[in-house]
């Protein structure tokens, strides 16, 4: 099957306009570096697969997500490439436009943002354009889906390659023949473009190179050409040489190609950012901005629709069930599985859907609005005293919604060590499968004061993982060199319902699907230790396999406030995914909805221990998703155990501190 | 005088670049920003924190540390 790749710079519209195309959907957001993995979907006519990568700026990597993109052309032979362009920074964009027609695969331009570039008033001439570079351009608004039709004609032509050169200079030329006279003839690159990639200074290139020309001789010939281009005074450097004389090129098409009236329209982005960044009111504006997300969730508008969802469950829904399973004379075995295990399990969970829902939906909102550059910049100042970067905030705040895709989210960071430093304390942010737990406590422990409590162990998270950047990264994590810190502000867009609407589903579609597999799956294992025992079935609660594996470890949980065999329990099977601490306890309890679990758990917890819980429940070890993920992204077993132990050993401190300050303080 | 020292809305010509950190000149590079760019600042946060500027309308973030290395002179 044909295979067309999507190229372009960051946040230039690449991934709208692949789930405009195909009938897959990839994550979509205002910022660079959405897309970090290579994604592969069937166009709708379904005759070609479609590949979208993550943005880069040139062929020559600086982060993980760009070389994801490098290798893709290197070592996979797309057979075109549908190259995406920001209309509105055109300049910019056509840099790594002539160096994927130096590539010499067809191309087709798409030339998007094209309603952004107008209300500028940058009008581009792209039947000129296209002339100039040699390519098919083809208008687009990949937001709306206008063009797509024409990208697919042209997709439908046959292509060929376009003839586009540029003249580098005598010196660059020769060395260019040079490089070429050395390569084999049959080689599946265009010599041209391996030596000028090469001759930039790109180490992907160059590493392929040397499989056919020794490393030495490259050195050699590199430093050779870089001296005479100094010597001409033109330039320091090779990379900076090339990019000048392309840059000349690229003044002299847009001088013939883009007319540009001058038009004073108001820029709203610069307006919102006098506000959002301004110097006092910059932060105080996100946390109130985080503290309405959370009274959204919770207070004003999740809550009461989970209570209307726990009522139904556990009356009509339950009833119903009943009924079913009586009128089809099923066993009192099947009828314990299926009431006390599966509906108490899963529905205890699928309780939280509209909480959750209503979390990502705000997560989306914010993805889709561009505030979340600015969220990094605002914060770069804290995170840098840390250790850290501005950017890792962005992984942390899509942690919030789940943290597979936040530690993914750190492969923009371009320094090793702080890319390690964010996976490794991603899973503190607390995640929507936690905030199950803390629904639960807090509607049974905090009544009047639900998001206040639900925002401080946010606050909490946040802070336990600023601390430990800290020392992580003074002491076995500690970098001298300098970490980069540039970040692109994109303009500020109102997000389009369609848009945050099939965001928000793409991300709550996972917690929905785990309701009716693993978590179904758990709470059937669940139930049956909890029915079985040393002496057979349906044996007393207490006396079952459960709690004999909740009470070998209660006593290590005493000092911190929750020394039954419940709590460690429920704390040993969160592992697989924190909501089936949730599930296990309504199992546990035997209570048929979570209003009922409230007021069970009210006899085992006090408010202290319950707020001891929910801490140590937010902290102690990141779930089997989230395991795999740090496995994958530091490649590591040794990382991996680490980002495990470090959170029991944090989370059992935390906890101790706060159950025994506690009581210090007479709090009970 | 250097970028950090520019006032907030006014502009001013990049004149050099040599003495900041590889890893950003290619950053502000593939952004188009290099030696001779037209840059305005338009925020300073607090505290020495981030800088917000623009360069042929594209806002971008830059850290006081950077700025501080970067010779401009005003336009
Ligand atoms: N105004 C406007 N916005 C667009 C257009 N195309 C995409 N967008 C918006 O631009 C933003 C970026 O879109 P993405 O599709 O995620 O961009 P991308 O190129 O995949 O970005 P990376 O994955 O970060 O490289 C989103 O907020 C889109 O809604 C367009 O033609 N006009
Ligand atoms: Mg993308």
Request: glycine share 8%; charged share 20%.
């Amino acid at each position: 099957m044909k295979s067309i790749a999507l190229a372009g710079n960051p946040n230039t519209g690449k991934t709208s306009l692949f789930n405009m195309l195909t009938k897959s959907y990839e994550y979509v957001g205002n910022w660079t570096g959405v897309t970090v993995e290579k994604k592969i979907g069937k166009l709708k006519s379904g005759d070609a697969e479609l590949i979208d990568l993550p943005g880069i700026y040139s062929l020559n990597p600086l982060s993980k997500d760009e070389g994801i993109s490098i290798n893709y052309l290197m070592n996979e032979s797309p057979s075109t490439i549908i190259n995406i362009v920001d209309g509105s920074l055109l300049e910019r964009n056509l840099n790594l436009t002539i160096q994927l027609l130096e590539y010499g695969k067809p191309l087709l331009i798409g030339l998007n943002m094209v309603d952004i570039a107008k209300s500028r008033g940058i009008r581009i001439d792209q039947k000129k354009l296209a002339r100039l570079l040699g390519v098919p351009v083809v208008p687009i608004i990949a937001r709306t889906g206008s063009g797509c039709d024409e990208i697919l004609e042209q997709l439908g032509q046959s292509a060929s390659s376009s003839t586009f050169q540029i003249d580098y200079g005598e010196i660059i030329e020769e060395a260019i023949s040079e490089i070429d006279d050395r390569l084999d003839a049959d080689l599946p690159y265009h010599h041209r473009w391996l030596a000028i990639q090469f001759l930039e200074g790109n180490h992907v290139v160059k590493d392929k190179l040397s499989a056919w020309i020794p490393e030495k001789d490259l050195n050699e010939m590199y430093n050779r050409t870089e001296k005479k281009i100094k010597d001409t005074g033109e330039s320091h450097t090779l990379p900076s040489y090339i990019y000048k004389v392309r840059n000349e090129r690229i003044k002299s098409i847009i001088g013939e190609a883009v007319y540009v009236e001058s038009k004073s329209a108001t820029n709203w982005t610069e307006k919102i950012d006098r506000v959002l960044l301004n110097r006092f009111l910059g932060i105080p504006l996100f946390l109130a901005v985080m503290y309405l997300v959370f009274q959204f969730t919770f207070d004003w508008l999740g809550s009461p629709i989970s209570d209307q969802l726990d009522g139904f469950l556990s009356g009509p829904a339950s009833d119903g069930l009943t009924w079913l399973l009586t009128f089809c004379g099923a066993s009192s075995f099947i009828k314990s599985v299926v009431l006390e295990g599966i509906i108490s399990g899963v529905g205890g969970v699928l309780v939280f859907v509209p909480q959750i829902f209503i979390l990502f939906f705000f997560i989306s909102w914010l993805e889709d609005s561009g505030y979340m550059a600015r969220i990094a910049l605002l914060m770069d100042r804290l995170m840098s005293s840390v250790g850290l970067n501005g950017k890792a905030f962005i992984p942390m705040i899509i942690g919030f919604g789940c943290n597979v895709p936040g530690i993914m989210a750190a492969r923009t960071i371009e320094h090793p060590k702080e890319r390690l430093l964010t996976i490794l304390l991603s899973p503190l942010m607390s995640c929507s499968a936690r905030l199950t737990v803390y629904a639960l406590f807090a509607a049974a422990f905090f009544n009047s004061h639900q998001s206040l409590i639900v925002l401080s162990l946010y606050v909490l998270s946040i802070v336990t993982a600023l601390l430990l950047a800290k020392l992580f990264s003074s002491t076995f994590l500690k970098h001298e060199d300098q970490s980069a810190f540039v970040i692109e502000l994109p303009p500020y867009r109102v997000p389009q319902w369609r848009i945050l609407l099939r965001s928000t589903w793409e991300k709550g579609k996972g917690f929905v699907r785990k309701a009716g597999t693993f978590i179904f799956g758990g709470s059937v294992v669940i139930w049956l230790l909890s029915y079985a025992g040393p002496s057979g079935f349906d044996v007393e609660m207490n006396q079952s396999f459960l709690a004999i594996i909740g009470n070998a470890i209660a006593l290590l949980f005493d000092p911190i406030g929750f020394g039954n065999w419940q709590a460690g329990a429920s704390l040993l099977t969160g592992f697989l995914a924190k909501e089936v601490v949730v599930s296990t306890m309504n199992i546990i309890y035997m209570t048929p909805d979570d209003t009922a679990l409230q007021g069970v758990l009210g006899q085992y917890f006090t408010s202290l221990q319950a707020y001891s819980f929910m801490a140590f429940t937010l902290l102690y070890v990141p779930c089997l998703a989230t395991v795999a993920v740090i496995k994958k992204e530091t490649m590591s077993k040794k990382w991996t155990w680490f980002s495990i132990v470090y959170a029991l050993v944090i989370a059992y401190v935390i906890s101790l501190v706060i159950y025994q300050g506690g009581r210090l303080l007479g709090f009970h | 005088m250097t970028l950090s020292e520019l006032e907030k809305g006014l502009q001013a010509r990049i004149i050099d670049l040599s003495n900041i950190s590889p890893l950003v000149r290619r950053r502000l590079l593939d952004l188009g920003i290099l030696e001779g760019s037209i840059i305005r600042l338009i925020h300073r946060l607090p505290l020495r924190g981030a800088f917000a500027l623009e360069v042929n309308h594209q806002e971008f973030g830059l850290r006081y540390a950077e700025a501080k290395r970067i010779e401009v002179e005003v336009v």
